[in-house]
């Protein structure tokens, strides 16, 4: 081994291990008003070093399948490409009102050659303009940090630099314009739980 080199070696392997010890978990519960854990709310933990470290997903996408959006939610990073195949043999006309993302893919079978890129933070909300019961949402997220509970509603942040952060939760039966809870959390070198009572929700 060349001299001085074990030495740097060493150094860059502490540091390696100084990341992986720096980074911890949280565990999230989320429930309803009533105490029962609540499947599908999307978990996201904010800052501005979060921000800075969102990295799009290659791409991701919502079918059109039985007349209805499959996934019902899809929670994406900024500044992902979302294609919209449908896969039924009507024709659908996807569009989205919401601020965040304004859009319309006119009647068409197949998948649009180009794909729809979510670069704003936020709740936008899909709908057909043929099939008025069919609706969706793309939760896209200003952080590195989320999840989706499971059906205990439950989800496990991990890989999380010590710091302070926001702590949101939205769920699809908030209502109509109804803000994500949000509450301060603050992230120490150990993994820590939570629980958080989502309140307003609309019967399902």
Not at 8 to 28: I, P
Not at 72 to 89: A, I
Not at 113 to 120: E, L, N, S, T
Request: proline letters at 8%; glycine letters at 8%.
């Amino acid at each position: 081994m060349r001299k001085g080199l074990k030495p740097v070696l060493g150094l860059l392997g502490g540091l390696l291990w100084v990341g992986a010890a720096a980074a911890t978990s949280l565990e999230v519960t989320v429930r309803d008003s009533a105490g029962q854990p609540l499947a599908g709310a999307v978990v996201v933990l904010e800052s501005p070093a979060a921000r800075r470290a969102v990295q799009p997903l290659e791409s991701a996408s919502i079918a059109q399948r039985g007349k209805a959006f499959v996934p019902s939610v899809l929670v994406v990073p900024r500044g992902t490409p979302v294609t919209f195949p449908n896969q039924d043999t009507v024709r659908h006309h996807v569009y989205s009102f919401s601020e965040p993302k304004r859009f319309e893919l006119k009647l068409y079978l197949g998948t649009p050659a180009v794909p729809v890129v979510f670069d704003k933070a936020g709740v936008v909300v899909l709908g057909c303009n043929i099939h008025d019961d069919m609706v969706a949402w793309v939760v896209v997220t200003d952080t590195p940090y989320y999840g989706t509970t499971n059906e205990s509603g439950k989800v496990l942040l991990s890989g999380l630099p010590a710091g302070d952060y926001q702590l949101r939760v939205w769920h699809q039966r908030l209502r109509d314009g109804a803000p994500a809870a949000q509450q301060p959390h603050q992230v120490s070198a150990e993994p820590a739980r939570t629980t958080v009572t989502l309140q307003g929700l609309e019967a399902p």
